[in-house]
Structure formats: structure tokens, C-alpha cells
């Protein structure tokens, strides 16, 4: 895949801002404490898109100084992780659980209908930059499948319902998790 | 040895080996991808699935993985057992889902490990019927081709590149039907050794790009067996060829040589043997033009040239030691040169001395890696000797194994054996004059002038032993880093020393000599291992000869009829006003080679050589070891091996009786005869009437296309397959094969069900052990010829380095890509060579302006904090032809000229 192959799509990436010092401090402390420099390496990237929402190519590569590794070692693991972002993200993303209970349950129904109520397909952000729409792997929550991720909240037995509501909830800025 | 049953029969197996190893040693099929007899096991693939019982009366059993099962005494396996077949059928159905299929556009159709492991598990009809997933792929530069759809993710790039070969550019990406395996972002893969991903890739995700350019079937490819030309480490390849053209160059596995991996120079540097550069056809000078004669024209010429008083020879370092000889003995011992100027020369001969007196062990690349501790110096043996790099890289695993031992972990159990062994590294230590490739596992680097870095080593001498003589004035700092080396070294069951010619010191040589020496004297096994310029540079060194410098003077002295040049391109030697000098003062110059350099404009004669793709001959590496070369290509029109010119050379002036060799055999015979040292020189290879039970090998595979079609578009009629001089290998597919042939023949990889490189393991006695049939090359000077006594230590200690004012001393830099002269002309090398530039410490100009032989070079600057105030460093040959030793040059910036 690598992101950076991949043409953009979605938020437009733009310049990305400076890598701010307070950060590149925190980093350091953290690696100072590291047995291995690059034991780091997840919660620095974690705390950078923590700050910007994303990891774009010149803070990852400032991350892989940091942490004493080659842009292609860190970005193996940027890459492997469902919750770090290599590409710019809407104000809320919608991940939706595509493993096999949440098949079952009727995560079919329920994909359809984000995507008829946000006009974009997995794997996109609406125009307005509110929403990315995601698919995800096994949130462990399978006796409530199907079940989902909005940003930080889990939700389960996810219906068409519930996907209205949180959409509606989006729109207005506030999401709260419910499971 | 320990005794397991594979379906109900007993098989002896090593101790500690797993069942994989075991099952194939026994001579078994069971399909397998991640594991690699290299790089060890992972157990990723899950396809080397068999079923193990408990015991006699336990008719369930349970399905391992073989790869991660360990072989035990009395242990029964079924590889044939029903669920155990399913099961590896469904792995590899499974794997093969986003497969495309498309073999008949794969370079590596035919020569597949995926193909023949899925037509053994006996998956032949696809049921999946989805989309499939697709990659989009990357340039990763002149080498190396992508194609990321065909990958079955077994990690085997990633575990070649990153762990063994400790590059750090190749990942893999996301995860499960995602996985990516390339850059973080387009472009040429750093590591030297990035072309060894197309072997150990098991399908097409990684191939050869160049051979991809005019690419041709395995099967329909002509091989022979090699040696790389390209440094002195003479790592065994196999040459193909097919219609008359040079198409690529693998790895011939040799146990105690390169094993399973070459560097990226030996791999693309064969480049040199098709490209416009090659001689082609026979010159002779009329009215300052060349003009095309017939080869017996100018043998004649020749003949009249020499009555016009002495012939001196001047041979080479990288041709055969049969053309070498040839010269030699057509000009006489007293009127052969080396090819060599001073200070090469000098060092290149005391490194065949130092081989010879020296009380420690001289190892070959396999022993390297057993070592548990090194100490490189002044020698960036990876761009000098990239092979013997990447086994000073695998040298510092040794403390990983002794603690996986110690934790009762198999050494195969690769993965645990890395992630334990993390903190656990065997001792390398480097001394240079600026940073190397190697610095990344190495736990001292130390940089310095070259007198300096002499003087840290025969410290390390004299704190290992006393009788090594002291040094005087060392730093308090100097004296703290030659502590800790010597203790390192001490504290090591099997230490190495490594240095060689590149900073055209011998005090660095002799220092490194005498900390080997010392080693000895308190009583460790201590190796040492020297790198020379070229291929066979320790060939040259052990025959002797003059210097350039000598037949300079003789020139100035008008003691030079004819000047013959054989395989020397003088203009690297020797600056161009000496060169100009030295052609201006002999009568005639005669010039015979297989590529074009500034010389040939000069000659009188040329006359076009056989490189070694087209030609046979013999070779010494760095450790003495003469290996053979046989042709692949017929040598086109009048092109011949140069010790056949050399020998009509001698017919021509009736010195016939001693030169009357038909064949190679007869100069290896001539050679082994006259000098002592080449005795065993026949035993490097079998002689050309070399027979299996069954005839010749054949070098052509047995169903090789076109042989008649393949000139249909000139005639139709048949032509006869021309001989193959010099080769015990026959030129066609008649002929016959055998796993047990010896190793110095192999013209190919093939058994039963395995196509792929990976068929090797049915040549092996063992695993990684030795060819079937032998014949790793033959030890020229295995044990020192004198006892070795503390007299033996040199003396010859160096002042302290001191800066000068307004100059700088200008170090030759060696590059894996550019610096060496013959894979230089493969335009592949060229494309990825960088460009030269001048690296200096601090925040100079960009630009500076130096004097050298009396030319002003303005040259870029790259700057390098790693280098001490006071150096520089600059490639050799790449612009400054003849610059490869160190000089002091003033130094004017681009500033100060304006």
C-alpha cells in the first residue's frame, strides 16, 4: 500500500505545519527512557496525531529521527495500526467492524446507510470535511454486533437507527458513545 | 545424529537441525517458503505443515510445522499422511488467492519457487473467484524490478534485507491482504546486496531488471560456472548467456566462499562483457589511424617489433593467472611486471608475503562469520570487499547464538533467536578514517588519518603482546580505545583482524599483521584477513614481478624494444604525464585487452581479448583460494583469450617449444610445473576431459529452445555447434546433469520438481555443508612456511599524523559502484554510481580547487564531520583516473580563485 504511493483523496493534505518543539521535547524524553530508542516509535506517532489529526510524510520522518529509525521502519508500523492515520481525516471518523459477527449482524444494512447518508463510500470523508467513514477489524465487542468505533466511543448493535442519530450528532458537533 | 522416521523410514539427521532441514537432507519433498536455509525459521507460511506422532502406538498424530520442529531422536513424521497434504494444499490455495497468475509475463516463470511448490502440494484448479487485491509498485532503481501483486507475503525480503544484510530502507506495510513489502516512498533500495532479493524473493515480486531488458527463459539460457571479476574477495557466480550475449549473473553457491549471497557490483557488473567499450576486432596503427588486420598479420607485425630489441611484459590484476603466466613466460620472469605502480605494488606483494608468514589463520568468508570478534583497520572492507562486509555484519550475531544456547533455543528459530539476542552483540570494531556502512553494529568506531589508525593498531599489538614493540606519544584517548580493542579481542574465542590496501599504507597492514601475530602468542585462534584491489590481484602478488615504477625507469633508460600490455589500463596506474613518458620511450607498444581505455589510442597493435564470460582461466582471491572460470560465450570473430595471442606471439619468434599449449589445461599444467606456489592450481576445477558415468555436462538445460530456429533469418540450414575451448562442459544440451557434479562445474540449478534456485539443496551433503561433488577452490598457501617468531613484529612504526597548512591529505575512497574498473563499463554500475565528490569535515566551501600530477581539478564538495580535520576523501578512479593512494594536495576554494 504505502500511503505515500497512494493518490490523495478526501481532506486536502496542504503544507503541514511546523513539528512544533514541545512536542520533539516530549518525544525525546520518552526515547531517553526507551531501552530501544524506537520502543518510542507508537506512542510518539500517537501523540502527533493526537496534536494534528493525522500523521503526514514530514512529521513522520521527524518522528523517525527521534526515534533513530528509517522512514520506511516506522511508517511499517504506522501502517499496520488501524487507529494511525497516514492520510488526513474528517473532524469524525466512523470506523464500522467488517469481521465476520458484525457480518452476520447486519453490518451490510448498516454500512449502506452511512454511505447513502453521507454521499461517500468507505474509506472517504464527506465534503465538508465532518466525517471519514472507515472499516475496521474486530473491536472485540462481537456479542453486541454489530458494533463500531466513532472516533474515541464504542457502539454496539449498530442498526440503521443508530446510524441517523450519530450522524445527526456529528452534524452538531457532539458524539457520545452509548455501549 | 539422532535417527527420525519419515513416512515408516528411518533417515539419520543432524543433531539440533529441524524437521524441514531433515525431511530435505533425507531427500523428501515438502514445500516450503519462509524458511530459507540462510536466514532460518519463522514459521510464517505455515506450508511446511507435516504430521508428527507421539509414539508407535499414536495413529492420530498432530500437524507441525516441520520448519519449527525440532528434529529428536526417534521422532516419526508422516510428510505423506492425507491431512497433512490437505492441510498444505489449503495454505497454498489460501496463499495463491490474490495471486495474478500471470507467469507467462514473470521473469521468474520457470525458475519459480511458488510454481514448484504449488504443482508439489498439488493445488492445480483455482476455486477463489473474488477480486483480487493489487499494489501499486515502485522504482526502486536500476537493479531491482517490483511487482507487488504477485506477493505471497512471506517476509523473506524483509528478513534478508533488514536482519541480514541490515538495511534499513525495505518494510514491510500494513497488514493482512494489504501487506506491502517495498520503500516508504520510490526510489533506488540502498543496501549493496539489494540484487539477492530476486533470489531469495521465492516468486516475482523482486527481479532483475537489467536481465529483464533482454531477458530470455532459464531453461533457454546457456550457463557456466564463474568467479566475480569485480573485487578480491571471488565470489563463485554462474554466467548466462543466450545468442551470443551475456544476459545475467547468479549466485554459484560455494560453501566457504559467498555461500548464498553476492553484492550488488559482482551481480550487474558483468555489464562489461556486451557493452561499446569491448575490443572487438584486431588494430594495427598506420599513419597514426587504426586499421582492421588479420589476426595473422599482426602476430607478424609482432614478430618484427621484436627484433627491435627487449620485450617487456606488463600483466594485470584482474586477468587470469594463465595469461599473467603466458606474458611471463613469453618476456622472460626479470621482464615481467606486476601492472602495478607503487604504492599497489608494494602492498599488494606484502600482503601475498604476510599470507605467507603470518602465524594466524587466514579465513574464508564462512570462517569470518563464525568470529566473535572484529577489528577492521583501516580498511572499509564494505566497499572495498562488500561480500566480506556482509559476513563481518553476520560475525557480530555470534553472542545472539551463544545466548539462545544458553536459553535452549534452536539457532534456526530465527525470529526468538533475534528478538532475545537484541542486547547481545558480538564485538565489532572499527577503525577508518571516516564513517562506514558497517558502523551501524559496530560497538567502536575510531576515526583517523592512516598513520594514526598504524599506530592505534600496533598499540593494540603491544598491549595484546608485550613483545610487540611500544608506541610512543600516544594520546590518552588513543590509549583508551587500543585498551578496550585488545581486550575485546582477547576476551574472544575466535578473533579477526581485517585491512587491506585501500589507504596504501603498509604500516596499516603491518600492524594489523602484528595484532593478529600477538593474538596468536597468547595462545587464541586469531584470523586475519587482508582485501586487495582486484580479482586476482593475490594471483599477480604471489607470481612477483617488477613495479610500473621499474619499467619506467628501464624505458628512461631505452632498455624497451616492445611494450606489451595485457588486461592494464596503465592510465590508472600511472599519471598521464608518467604514462605519456613511458609510451613516448619504447619503440612499440602492443596492446591486448578485452575493453577500450585511454591506452589504446596508443597502441601499435590491438589486439581484442576474451573477458572472462568468454574465456577460462584461474584466479586467487584475498585468502590464496585459486578458483576457475569457465566460458559462457564463444569468443566472436578474432577474439581470443590473451595467453593464445601470447603464445602465437611466442610461435611467432620461435619460442614455440616452450609455449605449445593447445588447451588450458596445458598452461595450468605449465603453470603448476614452474612455480611452486601453483602446484595445486589443477585442483581448483576437474580438467577439460571431465566426464559424469555418462558423458560431459551439458551447459545448455535439456529442453533449451530455437537451437536451429535462432538463425532462421540468415539461413535455414543447420549449423554446427562451434566447440567450447577450455571447458569441460559441453557447448549444447547433449551432454548430462547430476546433482553430484562438482561445485566448480555447475552450469545451472535443476532437480527433479525444483527449478528454482532453491533446487541447491539437493547438491549439498548437508544443509549449507559442503557441494556433493566438491571442489571449493584449492588453498594455495593454507600454513605459514616459517616458524613465526617476535623478530617477526615490524617496527616500522609511523610518526604522528600532523595537518598541513593549505593542503590536505586526500584519501582514495573506495565506492561499491564506480571505483572498480571493469563493472565500472556495465552501464547498469554506471547508472548507479553517484556522482564524485570531494568529503571534508566542516562547514566549508562547496567548491574547492586542487592540484594534482600538476592538473587543477575543480571539484563539489559533500561535507563529512566523520573525517578528522585535515583529510579528505575522494573516489578513486572515477575522475582523477590514476588517483587510488593517498597524497597531499594544496587546496585552493572556489573563493579564493575569484
Redo the contacts between chains.
Keep these: 500500500m504505502s500511503i505515500v504511493e497512494t493518490p490523495a483523496s478526501g481532506v486536502p493534505a496542504g503544507t503541514p505545519p511546523e513539528f512544533p518543539q514541545d512536542l520533539r521535547d516530549k518525544i525525546a524524553d520518552m526515547v531517553a527512557h526507551e531501552h530501544h530508542a524506537r520502543g518510542a516509535a507508537i506512542e510518539a506517532m500517537r501523540l502527533t496525531q493526537k496534536r494534528f489529526g493525522w500523521l503526514c510524510d514530514a512529521h513522520m520522518r521527524e518522528i523517525a529521527k527521534l526515534c533513530s529509525m528509517s522512514m520506511a521502519d516506522l511508517d511499517g508500523i504506522a501502517t499496520f495500526f488501524n487507529l494511525l492515520f497516514r492520510k488526513p481525516v474528517g473532524e469524525n471518523v466512523v470506523m464500522l467492524c467488517d469481521s465476520v459477527s458484525c457480518w452476520l449482524m447486519g453490518e451490510e444494512k448498516v454500512r449502506a446507510r452511512f454511505c447513502e447518508k453521507l454521499g461517500i463510500k468507505r474509506g472517504q470523508t464527506t465534503p465538508d470535511g465532518k466525517v471519514t467513514f472507515l472499516p475496521i477489524v474486530c473491536l472485540g465487542h462481537c456479542d453486541h454486533a454489530p458494533a463500531m468505533l466513532v472516533n474515541e466511543e464504542l457502539y454496539g448493535n449498530v442498526d440503521t437507527e443508530t446510524v441517523d442519530r450519530v450522524i445527526d450528532q456529528m452534524k452538531n458537533g457532539s458524539v457520545r458513545g452509548e455501549s | 545424529m539422532a535417527t527420525i522416521h519419515i513416512d515408516g523410514e528411518p533417515h539419520e539427521t543432524r543433531d539440533g537441525e529441524n524437521l524441514l532441514q531433515a525431511v530435505l537432507e533425507a531427500g523428501v519433498d515438502l514445500p516450503y517458503f519462509c524458511w530459507h536455509p540462510e536466514l532460518g525459521s519463522v514459521g510464517a507460511c505455515r506450508q511446511c505443515a507435516v504430521k508428527q506422532f507421539n509414539g508407535p502406538d499414536d495413529k492420530r498424530g498432530r500437524i507441525v510445522m516441520a520448519c519449527m520442529t525440532p528434529a529428536t531422536e526417534g521422532a516419526i513424521i508422516s510428510v505423506s499422511d492425507p491431512e497433512a497434504k490437505e492441510f498444505r494444499g489449503e495454505v497454498v490455495e489460501w496463499l495463491m488467492t490474490n495471486h495474478p497468475h500471470d507467469c507467462p509475463v514473470c521473469e521468474e516463470g520457470g525458475e519459480c519457487h511458488l510454481q514448484d511448490m504449488t504443482v508439489m502440494t498439488g493445488h492445480r484448479a483455482r476455486r477463489y473467484r473474488f477480486e483480487k487485491r493489487t ?2 509498485n ?1 522504482d526502486l532503481g536500476p537493479f531491482v524490478k517490483h511487482e507487488m501483486n504477485r506477493c505471497i507475503s512471506c517476509y523473506r525480503c524483509v528478513r534478508f534485507y ?1 536482519d541480514y544484510a541490515g538495511g ?9 491482504n ?1 501487506m ?1 513489502f ?5 526510489g533506488t533500495l540502498e543496501s549493496p546486496f539489494a540484487g539477492n532479493l530476486i533470489e531469495v524473493c521465492p516468486t516475482g515480486v523482486f527481479t532483475d531488471k537489467q536481465f529483464s531488458k533482454t531477458y530470455s527463459r532459464k531453461w533457454d539460457m546457456r550457463g557456466a560456472p564463474s568467479v566475480c571479476a569485480h573485487c578480491s574477495v571471488g565470489c563463485n557466480t554462474i554466467v548466462n548467456e543466450r545468442a551470443g550475449t551475456v544476459r545475467r549473473t547468479i549466485n554459484r553457491y560455494n560453501d566457504e566462499v559467498n555461500r548464498y549471497f553476492l553484492c550488488d557490483r559482482g551481480r550487474y557488473g558483468h555489464g562489461y562483457a556486451n557493452a561499446d567499450t569491448r575490443i572487438r576486432v584486431v588494430g594495427q596503427l598506420i599513419d597514426g589511424v587504426h586499421h582492421q588486420v588479420p589476426s595473422q598479420a599482426a602476430i607478424s607485425h609482432f614478430a618484427t617489433f621484436a627484433e627491435d630489441g627487449p620485450v617487456i611484459g606488463i600483466g594485470s590484476a584482474r586477468a587470469s593467472l594463465e595469461t599473467n603466466y603466458a606474458l611471463r613466460s613469453l618476456v622472460g620472469a626479470a621482464q615481467f611486471s606486476t601492472g602495478l605502480a607503487e604504492p599497489a605494488h608494494g602492498l599488494t606483494l606484502l600482503a601475498a608475503d604476510i599470507l605467507r608468514t603470518t602465524p594466524a589463520h587466514t579465513p574464508s568468508l564462512h570462517d569470518v562469520e563464525q568470529c566473535d570478534a572484529v577489528f577492521m583497520l583501516g580498511e572499509d572492507a564494505l566497499s572495498t570487499a562488500p561480500r566480506l562486509g556482509l559476513s563481518m555484519r553476520q560475525a557480530t550475531r555470534h553472542a545472539s547464538f551463544l545466548n539462545a544456547d544458553r536459553n535452549r533455543i534452536p539457532r534456526w528459530m530465527d525470529a526468538s533467536v533475534r528478538m532475545m539476542g ?1 542486547d547481545f552483540i558480538s564485538p565489532l570494531m572499527i577503525a577508518t578514517p571516516a564513517a562506514t556502512g558497517l558502523d551501524d553494529c559496530a560497538v567502536l568506531t575510531q576515526h583517523a588519518a592512516p598513520d594514526d589508525l598504524a599506530r592505534l593498531g600496533f598499540a593494540v599489538a603491544h598491549l595484546i603482546d608485550e613483545a610487540a614493540p611500544a608506541v610512543p606519544g600516544l594520546t590518552e584517548a588513543e590509549s583508551t580505545v587500543a585498551g578496550r580493542i585488545a581486550e575485546a579481542l582477547l576476551a574472544a574465542d575466535k578473533p579477526l583482524v581485517v585491512s587491506g590496501t585501500q589507504l596504501g599504507s603498509a604500516a596499516l597492514m603491518q600492524a594489523a599483521a602484528s595484532i593478529a601475530a600477538a593474538l596468536m602468542v597468547r595462545g587464541k585462534p586469531a584470523a586475519l584477513s587482508l582485501v586487495l584491489p582486484d580479482a586476482n590481484s593475490m594471483g599477480v602478488a604471489l607470481m612477483g614481478g617488477l613495479s610500473l615504477d621499474a619499467v619506467c625507469d628501464m624505458a628512461r633508460d631505452g632498455k624497451v624494444g616492445t611494450l606489451i600490455v595485457a588486461e592494464a589500463d596503465l592510465t590508472r596506474q600511472l599519471a598521464p604525464e608518467r604514462v605519456e613518458a613511458l609510451l613516448g620511450q619504447v619503440r612499440h607498444f602492443v596492446l591486448i585487452d578485452h575493453s577500450e581505455s585511454p591506452l589504446i589510442e596508443r597502441a601499435e597493435l590491438v589486439l581484442p581479448a576474451a573477458p572472462i564470460t568468454h574465456s577460462g582461466g584461474t584466479m586467487v582471491n584475498m585468502e590464496g583460494r585459486a578458483q576457475r572460470f569457465l566460458p559462457v560465450a564463444f569468443p566472436e570473430g578474432p577474439v581470443e583469450v590473451s595467453w593464445r595471442w601470447l603464445r602465437d606471439f611466442a610461435e611467432s619468434i620461435g619460442q614455440d617449444d616452450r609455449m605449445a599449449w593447445q588447451t588450458l589445461d596445458d598452461v595450468v599444467a605449465a603453470i603448476a610445473r614452474e612455480l611452486t606456489v601453483f602446484a595445486r592450481i589443477g585442483e581448483a576445477a576437474p580438467s577439460e576431459q571431465y566426464m559424469l558415468e555418462s558423458g560431459h555436462i551439458r551447459s545448455q538445460t535439456a529442453r533449451v529452445s530455437g537451437r536451429t530456429a535462432i538463425r532462421s533469418h540468415i539461413s535455414v540450414r543447420d549449423q554446427p555447434v562451434p566447440p567450447m575451448p577450455d571447458s569441460p562442459l559441453s557447448p549444447t544440451m547433449e551432454g548430462t546433469y547430476s546433482t553430484s557434479m562438482p561445485g566448480a562445474l555447475v552450469p545451472y540449478y535443476h532437480a527433479p520438481g525444483w527449478n528454482s534456485e532453491q533446487s541447491l539443496n539437493r547438491f549439498q551433503q548437508e544443509i549449507g555443508g559442503p557441494m556433493r561433488g566438491g571442489y571449493p577452490g584449492v588453498r594455495l598457501v593454507d600454513a605459514a612456511e616459517a616458524v613465526w617468531s617476535s623478530a617477526h613484529y615490524s617496527t616500522d612504526l609511523p610518526e604522528t599524523f600532523a595537518p598541513r597548512d593549505g593542503s590536505i591529505l586526500l584519501l582514495p575512497e573506495s565506492r561499491i559502484f564506480g571505483s572498480e574498473e571493469l563493472s565500472a563499463l556495465a552501464p547498469a554500475i554506471a547508472e548507479r554510481a553517484e556522482p564524485a565528490v570531494v568529503r571534508m569535515a566542516g562547514d566549508g566551501p562547496s567548491e574547492v580547487t586542487l592540484t594534482l600530477d600538476g592538473i587543477r581539478h575543480r571539484l563539489p564538495v559533500l561535507r563529512d564531520d566523520s573525517l578528522p580535520p585535515g583529510l579528505a576523501f575522494y573516489p578513486a578512479h572515477m575522475t582523477l583516473r590514476a588517483f587510488a593512494a593517498p597524497v597531499w594536495v594544496s587546496l585552493e576554494t572556489a573563493e579564493a580563485l575569484a
Design positions: 499494489h501499486r515502485q533488514r534499513q530502507d525495505l518494510a514491510a506495510f500494513a497488514s493482512h494489504n506491502y517495498g520503500r516508504a516512498e520510490s537484541q
